[in-house]
Every structure is written in C-alpha cells, then in structure tokens.
C-alpha cells in the first residue's frame, strides 16, 4: 500500500469548502451533551502522535546506547559483523541495502514512469483502466509472496544463465523493483495528469506534436511528481525485509559484482532477531534505528516540501 | 495535430511495450503460483493442522490464526482511524497545527518499513508490557500499521460526501454530530469499507512485523495471549528452511487467492464511491 500524500492534499488544497471543518459555521447546532464528542475525537486523533512518540522512544532507547558504545561511524561504516565476537559493524548491509535498492530504480524508475505517461497522456480509457487495476493488484500481493517467486523462479534463473548461486543483487533487484513499480507508476501519474490543460493546449498550438509536448512540456513540468514518486520508491526499497531476505544470500561481505550474495539492514534484522540476547539485540534495534531515521527523514522531507510546494502553486 | 513520424511511431511501440511488460509480470506471478499451488490445494490441506513443522499435515492452525490477528487489529484501528478521520475533516479548523501535525504523523507512519514496526512492537508489547509472542501483541503492533491507511480512505470518503447532504440535514434541525452520525459517515461508508477491506490485505501479508510480535508457534492459539504463526510467517518459514515447497506452494495459493478477493472487493468499494458524487 503506497502512499499518495501529493494527490491527497492537492484534492483538498483545490477547496472542498467543507473540509477542515470549514463547512459548519459558528451558528451550526451542537447540541451540550455533543461536546464530548469532539473530545473524543480529538483524543483519537492524537493516538496517531502519542504512536510515533512511543515508537521513536523505544526505538532510540533500545539502540542508541550500543551506537553510543561502539561510536557511530564505526557502527555505520566498519565493515565486522561479527556478534559473537561483540563486533557490530553494519558496513556491509549498509552496501547492501544501497545496492539493491539501486538496482531496483535503475529498471523500474524508467519502466515506471513510461508506464505512467502511457497511462496519463496515450492509452485509450478502458487501456488505462485495466492496466490501472493491474497496478493496484501488483501493489497488493504482500512482499513474503514476492520472496517466495523470487526464490522459486528469479534465483535459479539467475544461477542456470549467468552463474554463481543465484542468491544476489540481482535477483534482490529484479524482486525490489517489481514492488516499487506500482508506487513510481501511481504517484508519478498523478503527478502528470495534475499538470494544467493549457500547458499541453498552448503546447500544441504552437505547432508541437504529442509527444514533443509530453517530453518538453508536461513530464518537465510534473517534475517534482516524479521526484516524490523516486524518493518514496527508495524508500519503500530501502525498508522492504521479507523478499529481499529470500533473494540476495544474506552474506555480511562487501558484494564484488552483482552476482555477489549481500545482506541488507533490514534483512540483519529478520535473521538474528530470533535468538539475539543482550548487545546482539541492542545491535539489531540500533541497525532499525539507524533505518528508521533514514525513512523518516526521507518522508518527512518528500511530505512537508510537497505541502509547501502546493501552497505555492495555488497562491 | 501533425502526423507522428517515424520517431514518434518507435515511441508509441515502447509505450506499449511498456504497458505489455507490466502485465506480463503480474501474470507470470500469479499464473506461476496459482498453478503450482493449486495442486496442492485440498480440504485436507485447509482444514487439517500443520505437523512435523509444517513438512505434513495442512495449515489449518495458520489460518484462524491469520483470521484473529486480522479481526484483532481490526477492532482497534477501525473504531480509532475512523474517529480520527472525522474528526480532520469535520471537525478541525482549516489551518489548525493540531491537524497538521496528525496528518503528517499519518503519513510518516505510513511510511515506516514493516520491519521497524516489528521492533518497536517486540520491545513495546512484548518486553515492556509484558505481554509475551502473542496474537494481542501481534494484532495491537498490527493495528498501527494499518491506522493510516484507514483514516486516510475515510478521510477520502468523508471529503467526497457532498456538501447539500450536510446543508439539508442541518437545515431540518438535526445538530452537527446527529448529521455526521445519520448522513455522512453512512454516505462515506462505501470509502471506509474500502479501506477496511485493504488493510485486511495488508494484514493478511504482513510477515515481518507479526514473525517478531506474534511469534511462530504452529499451535492452535486458544487465547488472545498465546503466539500464534499466521500464513505469511508460515509460508516463509516453509520456504527459507526448506521444510516443504509443495506446502509453501500450498500456501502462497491460499494468500493469493484472499488477496484477489481482496482486491476485487476493494475495487468494487471505489466504484461506489465515486458513483456517489454524480
């Protein structure tokens, strides 16, 4: 389940007057035993913030100690892995998550977003429909079947034509791009259809064909779309556990080629959770925390300039 | 327009070559599972519980325990995303810091990989509150992760109620909270099932986050505190160590098979939605 926060708030930003409690004015009947309603409400509401809170405190209270102890740039960039020796260095996985989750785009960013264009600008409605509903299934098979495909068919593709154990990069970005398609698609169409009629119109006028209009103009012009769409694609890739661990070998080495086996972040965690005692687990929840900083970071920044960004266009 | 050239010929061919490749991805995924699933597939395998870890028998117990995590979280998320949906929409003030604030949560939530969750729920309910590898613990962890998505599709469907609905209610003399009660939440109710429907979805496929809260025990879980291995976790383990492709074949089928009904399901909620404004 991808998010679409741009789409979302572009909707509400084109003034639906009655949103944000804008439609029931000051004169609008609330009834004295109705004002606990609203209290109730507003305390359900903010569960979603004491949520987050008690997420990032547990978190941080169970990993920053060991990252503490063992200095965070060692923890991040020593390359040991090692816990029954009390070394945890996550180099390794660190290469490995950015490997894989770079696989991943380098195919499914241009795939993804021709797709999307197809699905925006040329495909004939009942094309587009169709192909939108694949879309929403792709997005909707969880990612341990994904695994399990990969592991039944991508590996030992990958093992019977190109050689090595099968368990790699590779298969990991094969199964990691398939994923992240439906979030590149959705998002980045939206953003494409969002561009101004006039824009293409004037385009067109000018004597421009299609595509010459869709190149210069409209996909320029979705650009910051795109951008949330690759971000948020990343991001997903980044944090996605379940397939990659069934893919990519989980050996802690720095991978050598694409065909090298690699263990990812996320994938630590899964693994050694299960027996993990004492600095061994602190080590796994300072590996998460380390994640969770990252993706939170990287949501919060796509969230807010996206809000800021429509601020901007509806001035 | 002027006629394409040879160029823009070539480009459409990509473009549908595109759309082509796309399909044929889910169809190969799906074809591939459902075929080699469905032999395995019998009421033996459904109703019968699993035995030696998962190399026999059928997965019966995976199954209800799938089936209580999903109620389980449900029962928490539905009542508190839906509460907080009408609230961000009915209630709070445009430009209010206190919505801004719960909506960027929502979606930072949203966000967070499964895996993290899983963590958090592992060192939360389990350790901190005692509550051990259990189907509470699973399906309160759960329950979170499905919270955006709830109070987002009703945030939706709340949003496309239209405006006359509130302006005749209020105009007969009902009050804020009997309109909202009476007339919106049953007209939004098409959007809130959808989103219901697709968090069982994501329910249904959740591994990570349930293999660190609610454990791997193949039992048939008796009470809310006993762990508990859903189809998911169960599907990995099969397959990860080895125990029985032709039973993680099994498996993967029966997942697929609730997710296309899922889907399907969801499908049809959206189209009643968005008949709704017309």
Do not use: C
Request: glycine share 10%; net charge positive; aromatic share 10%.
């Amino acid at each position: 389940m991808a998010n679409y926060p741009i789409v979302q708030n572009k909707e509400k930003a084109r003034g639906n007057v009655f949103s944000a409690g804008g439609f029931y004015g000051r004169k609008t009947p609330v009834r004295g035993k109705e004002l606990w309603v609203e209290k109730v409400l507003m305390l359900s509401a903010s569960l979603f913030i004491l949520a987050i809170l008690l997420i990032t405190l547990f978190i941080f209270a169970k990993g920053i100690p060991l990252i503490a102890k063992t200095g965070l740039t060692d923890f991040i960039f020593n390359t040991e892995w090692n816990p029954t020796k009390n070394k945890f260095g996550i180099g390794t996985m660190l290469v490995g998550s950015l490997a894989v989750t770079l696989g991943a785009l380098l195919w499914a960013v241009p795939l993804g977003l021709i797709t999307a264009i197809f699905m925006a600008e040329i495909a004939p409605v009942k094309v587009r429909d169709v192909l939108g509903s694949f879309i929403e299934l792709l997005a909707g098979i969880p990612s341990v079947v994904y695994g399990f495909f990969g592991l039944i068919v991508v590996v030992p593709f990958i093992r019977d034509n190109l050689g090595g154990s099968g368990m790699s990069i590779l298969a990991g970005a094969v199964i990691l791009g398939i994923m992240i398609l439906p979030t590149i698609i959705n998002i980045s169409r939206d953003a494409i259809r969002a561009v101004p009629e006039e824009y293409k119109i004037n385009s067109l006028a000018l004597g421009a064909t299609h595509y010459q209009s869709i190149w210069r103009i409209i996909v320029p012009a979705a650009r910051s779309g795109i951008i949330t769409a690759v971000v948020l694609g990343m991001g997903r890739a980044i944090g996605e556990t379940m397939a990659v661990v069934m893919v990519t070998g989980n050996a802690t080495i720095i991978p050598d080629s694409i065909l090298s086996p690699v263990r990812t972040m996320t994938s630590n965690i899964v693994l050694e959770m299960g027996y993990a005692a004492g600095d061994h687990q602190a080590a796994l929840f300072a590996t998460g925390t380390v994640l969770f900083v990252f993706i939170v970071l990287l949501n919060l920044i796509i969230n807010i300039s996206a809000k800021a960004g429509i601020k901007n266009a509806h001035r | 327009m002027p006629t394409a050239n040879y160029g823009e010929k070539v480009m459409t061919l990509v473009f549908w070559l595109a759309a082509f490749l796309i399909t044929a991805i889910l169809a190969v995924i799906i074809g591939y599972i459902v075929v080699k699933g469905f032999s395995v597939l019998s009421l033996d395998f459904i109703f019968t519980p699993p035995s030696r870890a998962g190399k026999e028998g059928g997965i019966s117990t995976t199954i209800v325990s799938t089936l209580y995590l999903v109620l389980g979280s449900l029962l928490i998320a539905v009542p508190v995303g839906v509460a907080s949906a009408v609230y961000l929409e009915e209630y709070a003030r445009k430009n209010s810091r206190f919505a801004y604030i719960v909506n960027l949560t929502a979606e930072t939530l949203a966000g967070i990989p499964s895996i993290v969750f899983g963590l958090f729920g592992f060192v939360f309910f389990v350790i901190f509150l005692g509550w051990g590898w259990s189907i509470l613990s699973g399906a309160m962890t759960m329950a979170i992760m499905i919270l955006p998505t709830i109070t987002r599709t009703s945030q939706e469907a709340i949003l496309a109620v239209p405006r006359e609905y509130r302006e005749n209610s209020l105009a007969l003399g009902a009050s804020k909270w009997q309109t909202i009660r009476k007339i919106v939440l049953p007209s939004a109710l098409p959007g809130i099932a959808t989103g219901i429907i697709l968090s069982i979805g994501r329910a249904v496929g959740e591994t990570a986050a349930l293999l660190l809260t609610a454990g791997s025990s193949l039992g048939m879980p008796m009470s809310i505190t006993d762990p508990a291995r859903t189809m998911a976790v169960h599907l990995y383990i099969l397959a990860m160590e080895g125990i029985s492709l032709e039973r993680a074949f099994g498996t993967a089928f029966v997942i697929i098979v609730l997710i296309l009904i899922i889907n399907y399901a969801a499908h049809y909620g959206m189209r009643r939605l968005s008949a709704l404004g017309r």
